[in-house]
């Protein structure tokens, strides 16, 4: 049985299928002419759903006597870059499976994202979504545990970009330098000293917290400073992720003015506090009981 990149068994493609999250759904619209596939999308395409829309692309391009894959962009109202890198890894496996790969009806935030990317001359874009077609019997398949992100989470958001350099470290796309290496190492020992343990931590006050958790932004930002390409990308990336501690504030506001800034809940603390620690772990693969392994293969 031919199985996705994650070891998870496709459909040998004898029924429909529709992949859904909360914020998007890739439906295999049934039927359609013989030797193609049409996934509509509808929602949302980012770091956070990426797991749907690589599911819903790797089971039909594991259906049999494929010819054509159309990915209907018609209801699809944001792609980020994560959503445009799961459609350029399936243009690329469609291309090494001769399978012609094409996109329908890209909205204009799409086509602006291709635009700026480069992308659009990469594909078979179609101005118009295939006609619908009457919807089939079809399974719901939910993302494994692990792999959906809840929107909004910090840990969710650091996962999801892990486990993406994870997968393109193992696909070979990523080859870090001696230098990178040890600048990566250096880091994580610096967010370590920034972070402690959990226990640590939850007995530390607010404001302590809060201002371990700004040095660890503080020594990402440094180490972003002294490099480039990919790990700047990553790096860039998860201090995005961790933008919302600058607007969090421990001290009562004066005269009652908080120009935008509050108090965070402890479980927003010990959410931003778990994403340095999930950092931590992709930049070295060592073992943390409080984060997940997703590492860099340094």
Same mark, same amino acid.
């Given at each position: 049985?031919?199985?996705?990149?994650?070891?998870?068994?496709?459909?040998?493609?004898?029924?429909?299928?529709?992949?859904?999250?909360?914020?998007? +759904?890739?439906?295999?619209?049934?039927?359609?002419?013989?030797?193609?596939?049409?996934?509509?999308?509808?929602?949302?395409?980012?770091?956070?759903?990426?797991?749907? %829309?690589?599911?819903?692309?790797?089971?039909?391009?594991?259906?049999?006597? &494929?010819?054509?894959?159309?990915?209907?962009?018609?209801?699809?109202?944001?792609?980020?870059?994560?959503?445009?890198?799961?459609?350029?890894?399936?243009?690329?496996?469609?291309?090494?499976? @001769?399978?012609?790969? =094409?996109? !329908?009806?890209?909205?204009?935030?799409?086509?602006? &994202?291709?635009?700026?990317?480069?992308?659009?001359?990469?594909?078979?874009?179609?101005?118009? !979504?295939?006609?619908?077609?009457?919807?089939?019997?079809? *399974?719901?398949?939910?993302?494994?545990? @692990?792999?959906?992100?809840?929107?909004?989470?910090?840990?969710?958001?650091?996962?999801?970009?892990?486990?993406?350099?994870?997968?393109?470290?193992?696909?070979?796309?990523?080859?870090?330098?001696?230098?990178?290496?040890? %600048?990566?190492?250096?880091?994580?020992?610096?967010?370590?000293?920034?972070?402690?343990?959990?226990?640590?931590?939850?007995?530390? +006050?607010?404001?302590?917290?809060?201002? =371990?958790?700004?040095?660890?932004?503080?020594?990402?930002?440094?180490?972003?400073?002294?490099?480039?390409?990919? *790990?700047?990308?990553?790096?860039?990336?998860?201090?995005?992720?961790?933008?919302?501690?600058?607007?969090?504030?421990?001290?009562?506001?004066?005269?009652?003015?908080?120009?935008?800034?509050?108090?965070?809940?402890?479980?927003?603390?010990?959410? !931003?506090?778990?994403?340095?620690?999930?950092?931590?772990?992709?930049?070295? @693969?060592? *073992?943390?009981?409080?984060?997940?392994?997703?590492?860099?293969?340094?």
């Amino acid at each position: 049985m031919k199985q996705d990149r994650d070891g998870r068994p496709l459909a040998d493609g004898t029924g429909a299928m529709m992949v859904t999250h909360a914020a998007l +759904t890739a439906d295999r619209r049934y039927p359609a002419p013989p030797g193609t596939i049409v996934i509509a999308l509808e929602g949302e395409a980012h770091i956070g759903t990426g797991a749907v %829309l690589a599911r819903a692309l790797d089971e039909a391009l594991a259906a049999p006597a &494929l010819e054509v894959l159309v990915v209907d962009c018609s209801a699809l109202t944001f792609c980020a870059a994560a959503g445009l890198n799961e459609l350029l890894r399936a243009r690329r496996a469609a291309m090494e499976a @001769g399978i012609a790969f =094409r996109l !329908a009806a890209p909205g204009r935030q799409m086509s602006r &994202l291709l635009d700026i990317a480069g992308a659009e001359p990469v594909f078979d874009v179609l101005p118009s !979504a295939p006609a619908p077609t009457a919807p089939s019997e079809r *399974p719901r398949i939910t993302v494994p545990p @692990g792999r959906e992100q809840p929107s909004g989470a910090m840990d969710a958001q650091v996962a999801a970009l892990a486990a993406l350099v994870a997968q393109q470290t193992r696909d070979g796309l990523w080859e870090l330098s001696d230098e990178e290496s040890a %600048l990566a190492r250096a880091t994580a020992d610096r967010l370590a000293e920034a972070i402690g343990p959990g226990a640590v931590q939850e007995g530390l +006050t607010g404001i302590e917290r809060l201002e =371990r958790l700004r040095a660890a932004i503080a020594e990402i930002a440094i180490s972003l400073a002294h490099t480039h390409g990919r *790990p700047a990308w990553f790096l860039a990336r998860t201090a995005t992720a961790l933008t919302p501690v600058l607007d969090w504030r421990a001290l009562t506001a004066e005269d009652g003015q908080s120009f935008g800034t509050r108090v965070p809940e402890p479980r927003e603390l010990t959410d !931003a506090e778990n994403a340095v620690r999930r950092l931590r772990t992709a930049l070295t @693969g060592d *073992p943390d009981t409080e984060a997940a392994p997703a590492h860099l293969g340094l």
